[in-house]
């Protein structure tokens, strides 16, 4: 098994070459030459004090009006020099920019930060945004001498015959990118366009796959966040859709609708992988009646329909008898198996005069719908029922009556709530029962496969 160096170690191998360059000592991780002392380092940071050495001026040591500390990791071993006596060059230019910018005396800079700030008289900056500075600084430096270069250039070869050499600047053009996206000022037609002058082929596509990997992760972590909700009241759903996706509060009417809202927009490849996903808002009627109102409307890759019905994530899955101690449909669940079955039905007549979409039979309203990118033949027709979560399978445990938990362990009730779980989402024909846990969990799955 081979030996990997820790950081301090890959830093003390940098360290002997201080020492012997500088002829200096290390003296309880103090690096000093004659009584001044340089730096100090730990296995956690190396912190640079105001002295700096420069061996070949005049007067070799100086001192500066600020302190840099560097936090101790494999990244930031980078911002090394080989001969590191002093701080990264950058630190001044970094100071500098600060105290010209504010007007404030900074003191002590932190490269290599966790996070970019300044906090009383301190700088702290992560290595990203340090590298860019400092390349933009010495690519600024670079064009002035070009500039130079070329309006001297006609004097020189006029007067002393002498021609200059061109200077090639190497622009970085990825730098130039990375501001142009931090000013804000791009659009996503900007984007758009960019991208699509790409040519195609294997890089192009890992930008692509990268993007949609981050769009798809951000999106279970924030579903997460509304079904960790233990109550989602209606005002509770309009801020949660307000702060988390920038939904219209006055557009969400409680939280099966944020849900529906939600699913309708990010769900179709990113949830449920299917070709096409329909949100009609329109009822089904049947002669003078209306029959049914489908959540969403999932297309098979098959062309078969599935009709989604949509709970709260906050509902209750199943209820439990104490008496004899059995699991239970609750009646949230028993209501939403009720509507999966007439909606089952519904579709089975989707080829029926008698059952209509706004005068049109179901069929033809949703192959009008979907553009005629599939076509729909009602064949086996099923409908997912979506509600609760992990957290809400069953009733808590603590708030069970005294009696009942002296009947039964948590770990019991939890273990037979999951087994009834289980057995009632294999109980069904063409309904699926899934929780909205388990919905991100098949969409992290396929996020994994896709990586």
């Known amino acids: 098994m081979g030996y990997k160096k820790t950081v301090l170690e890959k830093f003390q191998t940098k360290l002997k070459h201080i020492l012997i360059e500088n002829s200096a000592v290390d003296t309880k991780k103090k690096v ?5 002392i340089f730096f100090q380092y730990s296995r956690l940071q190396i912190k640079y004090f ?21 936090p101790l990791n494999h990244e930031n071993l980078s911002l090394f020099s080989a001969n590191a006596i002093n701080p990264p060059i950058g630190a001044k230019r970094i100071i500098d920019l600060f105290r010209n910018a504010t007007g404030d005396d900074f003191h002590l800079i932190i490269l290599g930060a966790k996070e970019n700030k300044i906090d009383l008289g301190k700088i702290f900056i992560t290595k990203d945004i340090y590298d860019i500075i400092v390349k933009i600084d010495k690519e600024e430096g670079r064009e002035k001498n070009f500039r130079v270069n070329n309006r001297i250039a006609p004097f020189m070869l006029s007067k002393f015959k002498i021609s200059l050499k061109n200077i090639n600047l190497n622009k970085d053009y990825s730098l130039l990118l990375k501001e142009i996206i931090e000013s ?33 992760k951000w999106l279970i972590e924030t579903i997460e966040n509304i079904i960790s909700e233990k109550e ?7 801020e949660l859709g307000y702060n988390l996706f920038g939904f219209n509060k006055i557009d969400i009417t409680g939280p099966e609708h944020l849900m529906e809202i939600i699913l309708t927009k990010y769900g179709q490849y990113t949830l449920f992988g299917v070709p096409a996903l329909l949100n009609t808002n329109k009822y089904v009627t049947h002669g003078t009646l209306s ?13 078969d329909i599935e009709v989604v019905e949509l709970k709260r994530p906050d509902q209750k899955i199943l209820d439990y008898d104490s008496q004899r101690g059995k699991f239970y449909p609750s009646k949230d669940l028993s209501i939403a198996i009720s509507q999966a079955e007439r909606y089952i039905s519904t579709v089975n007549k989707d080829n029926d005069n008698d059952y209509l979409i706004e005068g049109k039979k179901i069929r033809e309203f949703i192959n009008d719908e979907i553009g005629g990118t599939l076509y729909v033949e009602t064949v086996r027709p099923s409908a997912i029922i979506i509600i609760g979560s992990w957290a809400t ?22 273990s037979n709530g999951l087994r009834a779980y289980r057995e009632l989402k294999s109980s069904f024909r063409n309904i699926k029962l899934l929780n909205y846990s388990e919905l991100l969990e098949h969409a992290r799955t396929r996020l994994e496969l896709m990586k």
Request: glycine content about 4%; proline content about 2%.
């Open 50 to 70: 105001k002295k700096r050495y420069y061996p070949y001026r005049k007067v070799d040591i100086i001192e500066e009006n600020f302190e840099v500390i560097i």
């Open 393 to 414: 399978i069953s009733k808590d445990y603590s708030k069970l009556s005294a009696e009942t938990r002296a009947k039964v362990t948590k770990q019991e009730f939890d």
């Open 184 to 216: 804000g000022q791009i659009s996503k037609a900007d984007v758009i366009a960019l991208t699509s002058n790409l040519e195609s082929g294997e890089t192009n596509q890992i930008v692509i796959e990268k993007q949609v990997n981050k769009q798809v």
């Open 32 to 36: 000093k030459i004659g009584k001044t």
């Open 232 to 238: 989602i009241t209606v005002p509770k759903s309009k």
């Open 291 to 303: 029959r049914s109102q489908f959540d969403l409307i999932l297309i098979t890759h098959l062309g």
